[in-house]
């Protein structure tokens, strides 16, 4: 296909979903201005630790609790064997989860079912606020969830398809770009006791190579969104 042809198609996917871009390009806006990213990056963090504790629940380990702070960190605490393919899972959930939700976000999204999207996130939110161990968090999570609610509740039908497919591209870039700040932290030296080191400790792999793997999964995962809304007779909205 010819670059001028390739454009113009590009051209016409974009233009029959206005509101996907629409929704896209506020995400991406909201990542990527440093004051609003601070303000809402702890609902990543949320997805992040969810992932760590719906994991450890998998592999039989046993949670004992999460924790969220103010500066959008955030650790899961959970017991059982120190090392094996179980920890590993759980360790390689925290980074890979946001993107993942968001994906599966754009699905549903794409299926017409954004209510079930909303409700499905208040469901897990409900959930992760049952291990919650400080004030923060759990104001944190009721917030996210009454936010959810009301929309899925009170919104009107386009207001709820955009807001669930801004919130998934959310998530898509939030965890693109939480990813690439681990690796930068990393290379900085500011971060040594992350989810990729924690990683390296457990595998053959080094932390750098981790982090790396992180980033790679969150791009294709945001890129799959991509496809599964722009390419043809991928969603509407």
């Given amino acids: 296909m010819a670059p001028l042809e390739l454009i113009t198609r590009g051209y016409e996917l974009v233009a029959a979903r206005p509101a996907s871009l ?29 992932g760590h504790a719906l994991v450890a629940v998998l592999v039989g380990r046993g949670l004992t609790g999460i924790r969220l702070h103010a500066d959008s960190s955030g ?6 064997a ?39 996130g208040t469901v897990l939110l409900a959930a992760t606020l ?12 009721v917030a996210t969830g009454a936010l959810l609610v009301l929309v899925a ?22 965890g693109v770009k939480a990813c690439v700040e681990l690796r930068r932290g990393r290379r900085g030296g500011r971060l040594r ?16 190579a981790w982090a790396a793997f992180f980033v790679l999964a969150s791009v294709l995962a945001t890129a799959a969104a991509g496809w599964v809304v722009f390419a043809p007779g991928g969603a509407p909205a």
């Fill in 75 to 80: 650790v899961t605490y959970s017991t059982g």
């Fill in 153 to 174: 509740v009170r919104a009107e039908e386009d207001l709820r398809t955009g807001f669930a497919a801004a919130l998934s591209w959310f998530l898509l870039f939030g």
């Fill in 130 to 141: 049952l291990q919650i161990r400080n004030i923060y968090g759990g104001l944190a999570v």
């Fill in 193 to 208: 006791h992350s989810d990729a080191d924690r990683l390296a400790e457990l595998t053959p792999l080094s932390g750098g």
């Fill in 22 to 50: 629409l929704a896209a390009l506020l995400a991406l806006a909201v990542v990527a201005w440093r004051p609003t990213w601070r303000l809402t990056r702890t609902a990543v963090t949320i997805a992040h630790e969810g």
């Fill in 82 to 120: 120190g090392r094996g393919p179980g920890v590993v899972a759980m360790f390689l959930a925290g980074y890979l989860f946001p993107p993942l939700l968001g994906l599966g976000g754009a699905v549903l999204v794409g299926a017409d079912a954004a209510g079930a999207m909303l409700w499905i």
